[in-house]
């Protein structure tokens, strides 16, 4: 039991790391390491995409389990 729960906390993990890096290609587009937001659009765009994709994350999770 203490075995598959860590084996699904390492696999949350590193789904975690790969919507962090999906999220970073969309919003970082030079590579540059950072986000800048420059407009109030700017800031409203980000936030959409953030609540997007953690809530697919969030689905993922729920279905796989």
Same mark, same amino acid.
């Given at each position: 039991?203490?075995?598959?729960?860590?084996?699904?906390?390492?696999? =949350?993990?590193?789904?975690? %790391?790969?919507?962090?890096? =999906?999220?970073? %290609? %969309? =919003?970082?587009?030079?590579?540059? *390491?950072?986000? %800048?937001?420059?407009?109030?659009?700017?800031?409203?765009?980000?936030?959409?995409?953030?609540?997007?994709?953690?809530?697919?994350?969030?689905?993922?999770?729920?279905? *796989?389990?």
């Amino acid at each position: 039991m203490l075995s598959a729960s860590a084996n699904k906390l390492s696999k =949350l993990k590193e789904q975690a %790391e790969e919507y962090a890096s =999906l999220i970073m %290609e %969309e =919003l970082d587009p030079e590579n540059l *390491g950072y986000i %800048e937001v420059n407009h109030k659009f700017n800031l409203q765009m980000m936030i959409k995409l953030l609540v997007y994709l953690c809530s697919s994350f969030l689905n993922r999770l729920i279905v *796989g389990s």
